[in-house]
């Protein structure tokens, strides 16, 4: 799988977007055969869902799209790698692939140094990578695609 910024590009659109509606800024896309057929933002503070990720919220729309709960050949990019509930959502849709900018310990790292009670930034120490080794489909991951670009998007 050779990841296409053009996709990345989208995803960071979609945390922008989410940040101005006043969400964490993480933003996912969702890619089939070369045409994106998912978008989804950060939804967790205005749906007051805490699995409201970027990552559910485009499989959602995808599963949606396709008319079906699987989403086989398709590729998330995500401008964060994904936590455990989101690579899982990942498995069990049958994806293809992740793509993912920035990595857990940079959000984890970020909070540390700029958490405040309203951005927590709250993590799981459970990487995807190791999600993925243990799912069933075993999916294709890219990881630090376009990292820099992506860790701008942190913000208090």
């Keep these: 799988m050779k990841p296409e910024r053009k996709y990345m590009r989208e995803a960071i659109e979609q945390a922008k977007s989410a940040k101005q509606n006043g969400c964490y ?3 996912a896309v969702i ?3 070369g045409e994106t057929i998912a978008r989804g933002g950060n939804r967790v503070k205005t749906d007051l869902d805490p699995t409201a990720h970027a990552e559910i919220d485009a499989i959602r729309k995808a599963t949606k799209t396709l008319q079906s709960r699987y989403l086989q050949d ?3 990019y995500t401008t964060h790698e994904p936590c455990p ?3 899982a959502a990942a498995i069990w849709s049958k994806m293809a692939g992740i793509v993912y900018g920035s ?3 940079d959000m984890e790292n970020y909070r540390l140094r700029n958490g405040n009670s309203e951005w927590q930034w709250r ?3 459970i990487k995807a990578r190791d ?6 489909p075993r999916l294709t991951l890219v990881e630090d695609f376009m990292r820099e670009d992506c860790l ?5």
Excluded: P, Q
């Excluded at 999600?131 to 069933?136: A, F």
């Excluded at 701008?152 to 208090?156: E, I, P, R, V």
């Design 25 to 27: 800024s993480i933003g």
């Design 31 to 33: 890619v089939k055969n």
């Design 74 to 76: 398709c590729i998330l």
């Design 85 to 87: 509930m989101c690579a």
């Design 103 to 105: 990595r857990m310990e």
């Design 123 to 125: 993590t799981i120490g």
């Design 131 to 136: 999600v993925i080794n243990n799912g069933d």
């Design 152 to 156: 701008k998007l942190f913000h208090h």
